[in-house]
């Protein structure tokens, strides 16, 4: 619950799990709460973790069309401390959960939830680790706390949405910051490489199978790093 609304998440463990294991916190892009997001807490619980995924949105609404999903964005981006709000309702949450190791939290967001995590980390709350696929990067006004979390980026050197003057910029505020940080670029490479739906060529909107597959086994191998003690 965030002020007056209510957020549904989705939880996956895996079938028989008693012990509680840590938690990879999911921020889905600005679609929602949807399908696929929800496969890929799954796939994590099968990994051995709970995989938890967020609803930014209140009541599990979802973007039919991009003027929905726009109009449902939009409000959070513009406003970030009531994304960090929300957010930190989520995490909140999941720290309380009877099959949550609470010492052992991260978080990956995708598009519009690479900025969702990223900023979750910028409040200074207690994770292991945050990963952003093709997020937007730019930092919040007045963001000076504290980042506990190791950052890895995971961006497309073509996305038109993140210039690569922003990225420089975030990795001038992680190096301030003196954060664990990486940026991985992927050449030849899009916004939206993750999502095999992503087909809108004028907008930069286009998925790659080769960077969706590296990310992914980058990701893998970041999740066994950081919750490895």
């Known amino acids: 619950m965030d002020e007056d609304t209510l957020c549904r998440g989705y939880l996956a463990v895996r079938d028989g799990e008693t012990e509680p294991k840590p938690v990879v916190m999911i921020a889905p892009d600005w679609r929602g709460r949807g399908a696929a997001p929800c496969e890929k807490a799954r796939q994590l619980a099968g990994m051995g973790y709970v995989g938890f995924v967020l609803d930014m949105y ?7 069309d991009n003027d929905q999903r726009r109009a449902l964005m939009t409000p959070l981006v513009q406003h970030r401390e009531h994304l960090a709000q929300r957010i930190l309702a989520a995490y909140s949450t999941v720290c309380n959960l009877p099959q949550a190791d609470a010492s052992r939290i991260a978080a990956i967001g995708y598009c519009f939830g ?19 696929f093709h997020g937007l990067l730019s930092e919040p006004p007045g963001s000076e706390a504290a980042i506990s979390a190791k950052v890895l980026v995971l961006h497309g050197y073509d996305d038109p949405l993140v210039p690569p003057e922003q990225v420089r910029q975030f990795a001038d505020e992680m190096t301030r910051k003196r954060v664990d940080w ?23 909107l286009i998925y790659n199978a080769s960077a969706d597959r590296r990310s992914w086994q ?3 191998l970041f999740l066994e790093e950081i919750f490895k003690d």
Do not use: I, W
């Not at 992927?186 to 095999?196: Q, R, V």
């Open 58 to 64: 209140g009541e599990a609404r979802l973007g039919l």
């Open 114 to 132: 690479g900025l969702c995590v990223l900023d979750l980390a910028r409040t200074g709350v207690e994770l292991r680790g945050v990963v952003s």
């Open 182 to 204: 990486q940026v991985h670029m992927y050449g030849l490479t899009a916004h939206s490489f993750s999502n095999p739906d992503a087909h809108e060529k004028e907008s930069g």
């Open 218 to 220: 980058t990701t893998a």
